[in-house]
């Protein structure tokens, strides 16, 4: 089970219209019809990080226009700035560009990215 936030489809029109659901989201949410989905600071706590992005990609398989967000810790922000205080023993893994951009190739996910501290994925 994964903690993640998604949206609703009625986030179409006002805010008033917006639904967050904090929950774990595992393949009994396959039906919803999002329009966001995001995963902030969440994809480093996975054990099985392949696992989980073909989880979410098939279970958006019938929205292709959902956007998809990622946030991770920039790892090699971390080295580089010795900021040894963000590695936790909770993180399963610590990701690079060069890393997720791997993990979302093999699993068939074009994606854009931004990166600062820490680094942002859209698909």
Not at 16 to 24: G, L, N, P, T, Y
Not at 72 to 93: K, M, N, Q, T
Request: hydrophobic letters at 40%.
């Amino acid at each position: 089970m994964i903690p993640l936030t998604y949206l609703s489809a009625t986030a179409y029109g006002s805010a008033r219209r917006i639904h967050f659901v904090s929950d774990f989201y595992t393949e009994k949410d396959s039906g919803l019809q999002v329009d966001f989905l995001c995963c902030k600071m969440t994809l480093e706590h996975i054990a099985d990080t392949a696992d989980f992005i073909k989880m979410v990609r098939g279970s958006l398989q019938d929205s292709p226009s959902t956007d998809v967000f990622f946030q991770v810790p920039d790892v090699l922000r971390v080295l580089e700035e010795e900021a040894f205080w963000d590695i936790y023993y909770e993180h399963c893994s610590y990701f690079s560009i060069g890393s997720l951009a791997r993990l979302f190739r093999r699993n068939r996910v074009s994606m854009s990215w931004t990166l600062g501290e820490s680094i942002t994925i859209n698909t």
